[in-house]
């Protein structure tokens, strides 16, 4: 009894260590193997181990870790001095295991006609005993562990209880460590398909170039009215005017001449070319905050300044001509990631994405804290168009106003108008002339046939 409770114990001790030592390190499926194997020889005290996994789609066993068994210890199949170890389901001990799911203890390896010799022949290694046992998860083998001459003896019925419980660990690593590799596999993917989308989303330094040797005009007359058109301005002359736009409100602040150019030119870029929400909206929303700012008197600090204009210009990155509404009903990967205002938590990150790439950070002058500080009041500011949002913020400004009891220099209220100013910006269509305003109701309408066609193209 004293004997059992020992040996039991000491196995507990063991299954612990293993746990411990496998499922805080596993980087990689060959490190999990390495470290089963090396468990499996000290458990059964034997003079080798190898672990073969089953692959179902050829019917074939491998391995990628052996023991070479001259002193090296367990070595990595490379492909250049090894090649990787494989054979048939049905072939040899392990194949048979693997095939039957039958746990098989051999005495003397020589009299076992499934045996292989010719391995020992190559290698010079007389097998004397082996056990190999099957390597289950969710009641499917993955895997087949062999271990080769039991240093003292041969291997027991002890060693097979031993070393199936071992086994169920080992199945929950070997699972664990191949989502793993799965798992890294997708995220260096989706690294590759970044840095291609990157490369395609990002303006060219021709572009660049070609903009900064645009003469800036000193003073473009009628700019700050609502009443200024974005339609009289060329698409190649946009960027230069928001350029000027930036100059002119933000005096006070150091920018980079080619950092915001180059910053400039990719959010152009990234806006589709769908008819109301493309990059003509934006300038045209960008230019009423810049109205809105220079007939203000600096009653917004230059951090907000910068804030406000940066989101309107920003608003609709990536905007796809399609509600919110839509995108969630028709199960988007965008509703999936963002359950409420999905388009502008994605404008949003669109905005990020392009202050990551190299050379278009045009917030690097600043502090961490005003950084931020600037950041926040951006996805504040862009989440804040969506209309859904804007009649709750607008019946609070009003109760607020009715009630005198707005406060300038209270953070709260100060959020509360920039954000009503923003959706004031978004609709400035409305304030234009009307041939302007007409114009713009044509492309809006254009843009919800082209929702309602799909709409009904899906239900069809």
Request: with cysteine; glycine share 4%; net charge neutral.
């Amino acid at each position: 009894m004293y004997h059992t409770m020992t040996k039991q114990r000491k196995l507990n001790d063991f299954l612990l260590a293993v746990t411990r030592s496998v499922f805080q390190d596993i980087v990689s499926m060959d490190t999990v193997i390495m470290k089963i194997m090396n468990f499996a020889q000290r458990l059964t005290n034997a003079d080798r181990a190898s672990l073969f996994l089953v692959d179902y789609k050829t019917n074939e066993l491998y391995a990628r870790i052996f023991d070479v068994g001259d002193g090296q210890g367990l070595q990595k199949v490379d492909g250049t001095v090894h090649k990787e170890i494989r054979f048939p389901m049905d072939k040899g001990i392990a194949g048979h295991v693997a095939s039957t799911g039958e746990t098989t203890n051999i005495l003397d390896a020589y009299k076992d006609d499934r045996f292989n010799r010719d391995v020992d022949r190559q290698t010079g290694y007389t097998t004397k005993t082996i056990l190999c046992m099957p390597i289950y998860i969710r009641g499917c083998i993955i895997g087949v562990v062999q271990m080769v001459n039991k240093l003292n003896g041969v291997f027991t019925k002890s060693d097979e209880e031993a070393f199936e419980t071992f086994a169920v660990y080992c199945g929950l690593a070997l699972h664990h460590a191949k989502l793993y590799d799965k798992i890294r596999r997708s995220e260096q993917k989706n690294k590759v398909a970044l840095e291609v989308l990157s490369y395609h989303a990002r303006c060219s330094e021709e572009e660049v170039t070609e903009c900064i040797n645009m003469q800036t005009p000193e003073k473009i007359p009628g700019l700050t009215t609502f009443e200024f058109s974005p339609w009289s301005v060329e698409d190649t002359r946009k960027p230069v005017y928001v350029l000027y736009m930036f100059k002119d409100l933000f005096k006070t602040i150091r920018f980079d001449l080619e950092y915001l150019m180059r910053f400039t030119l990719t959010v152009r870029k990234n806006y589709r070319n769908v008819p109301y929400h493309n990059w003509i909206h934006a300038f045209s929303v960008a230019h009423s905050m810049y109205t809105l700012i220079k007939s203000t008197n600096n009653t917004f600090t230059p951090l907000e300044s910068l804030s406000l204009f940066v989101a309107c210009l920003c608003h609709d990155l990536d905007h796809r001509g399609k509600t919110n509404s839509f995108m969630v009903k028709s199960d988007t990967p965008l509703a999936a990631i963002y359950s409420t205002s999905t388009m502008e938590h994605h404008h949003f990150n669109q905005t990020v994405t392009i202050l990551q790439h190299e050379g278009h950070n045009i917030f690097n002058h600043l502090t961490s804290q005003e950084y931020k500080e600037v950041l926040g009041n951006i996805k504040k500011f862009i989440l804040a168009t969506d209309l859904a949002l804007f009649f709750g913020n607008k019946a609070r400004l009003k109760e607020l106003a009715d009630k005198k009891e707005f406060v300038w220099n209270k953070e709260e209220h100060r959020d509360l108008i920039m954000a009503v100013a923003m959706t004031g910006c978004d609709l400035c269509a409305s304030i234009k002339p009307w041939e302007i305003q007409l114009a713009t109701v044509h492309v809006i309408f254009e843009e919800f046939y082209a929702q309602v066609t799909c709409s009904a193209a899906a239900y069809m």
